[in-house]
Structures are given as C-alpha cells and as structure tokens.
C-alpha cells in the first residue's frame, strides 16, 4: 500500500492567517490526489481532487499544489468556519489510502 | 441531485458478520466513470478505505481486510451492500458509503452509520 504521511498533525493559527498542510507519499502518485474536510459528526466534504483542482463550490480561498510525491493544501485568510480535520486521500493505486488527518483548530 | 443512505444493525457481537446497505438515489449505480465504495472510521481515528466496485469492471478491497470483506452489488434495488465477517473490537466503526467520480475523489458521501462490535 501508498502510505500517506500529514504533517502537522494539530495547528493552530489565528483568523486571517494563511495556513499549510502537507501530505508526503511513499512513493510517485503523480497527481492523482484529494483533499477532505471534516467537521465533528459529520461526513467527510471534498475540497480539492487532481492535486490542485477545486471541487465546484468550495470557497477559492483553499487551494492544493504539488505532484509525485509531495502535496499542500492551503488556506489563504483563515476563517472560523474552517475549524475541521483535513484528511490527504491517494487514489493512483487501486488500494486506497488516507493520511492521518491534520487537525486544525482558531486561536 | 445523488443521495446515498446506509442502513443497517448498530451492534454485532464478536465473531459474527457485519452487514450493511448503501441505497442510492439520484443516479445508476450501473454508471460507468465512477465508483463506489466503503470507508470506516473508528471513533477518534482517520478514515479507512475499505473497498469500492468499478460497474463493469473489478471490485477493489482493502489489503488489510480482504481476507473478510466482500461488496455486493443490487442493480435491481440501486444499492450495494457491505459484509465483513469475524469482526471484532476493531472493527468499531462509522461506516460511510461514497461515490467517487473517475480521476476525482470521493464527491457524494452517505451520513455515515455506527456500528459497534460487542
């Protein structure tokens, strides 16, 4: 299995801050990966698929870069409303893999 | 608009099989250029991909879980089930059932449903 590597693990920053997540995998998944947001009780939303393609009516204030290897999610002016856990997903292989989830939390 | 329900029993005791249902409405799941598929995820812990079915093509399971899992397929009742046999503890889960469009990530996620294994 692609393993999927989230770093940090838990941040907090204040709102209006631009914010960072990077997900790291195992081996090339070229860009064939999505990002999630997850709010407490709730379902898992898709915000970003392809590595850098914003799913339709998700706020352009999220954004996704990279390939190969290395990936980040950023969120350009933080807002309350963006308090969640983000997971990174690699679907290059058949075996689906999720990082382990980078919670963010508001100063 | 696609809308994907679970259903199933909340509590399996140990050793026996879970069974669960992911109804579709909104679209076929005949469709082809997208998948569906199984992810749990234990209480305070990261999602799992369990397995999902290509229509017209393979169905793709977790390596960790493939030894005990099997999806199925209802064409008839547009839904597909979920079986995991010998479960245990750690298999304490919400499971959610999703829809993922080919070359996207999961778009369409059913509200997830907890089972317990005790």
């Known amino acids: 299995d692609i393993q999927m590597t989230q770093s940090p693990s838990t941040l907090s920053a204040s709102v209006g801050d631009r914010v960072t997540i990077t997900c790291r995998a195992s081996q090339s998944i070229s860009s064939w990966l999505a990002w999630y947001q997850q709010k407490p009780g709730k379902a898992p939303n898709l915000l970003v698929y392809?590595?850098?393609t914003l799913e339709s009516g998700v706020p352009p204030r999220f954004s996704g870069s990279g390939s190969g290897t290395e990936f980040t999610l950023t969120i350009s002016s933080l807002r309350p409303d963006d308090s969640a856990i983000y997971y990174c997903?690699?679907?290059?292989?058949?075996?689906?893999?999720f990082g382990q989830g980078t919670k963010v939390e508001i100063k | 608009q696609v809308h994907l329900q679970e259903s199933g029993p909340g509590l399996v005791e140990p050793s026996e099989t879970l069974s669960l249902t992911c109804t579709v409405s909104?679209?076929?799941?005949?469709?082809?250029?997208?998948?569906w598929g199984w992810i749990r995820q234990p209480p305070g812990r990261k999602l799992e991909w369990v397995g999902s079915?290509?229509?017209?093509?393979?169905?793709y399971y977790n390596l960790s879980l493939t030894s005990r899992v099997a999806i199925s397929v209802d064409t008839s009742k547009n839904d597909f089930s979920l079986r995991l046999n010998f479960v245990t503890a750690a298999d304490t889960a919400v499971y959610y059932c999703a829809r993922r469009l080919d070359y996207r990530g999961f778009d369409i996620w059913g509200q997830g449903t907890l089972v317990t294994v005790s």
């Open positions: 392809k590595a850098s």
């Open positions: 997903q690699q679907y290059d292989s058949y075996s689906l893999t």
């Open positions: 909104g679209a076929s799941i005949n469709n082809r250029g997208c998948s």
């Open positions: 079915f290509h229509p017209g093509g393979n169905t």
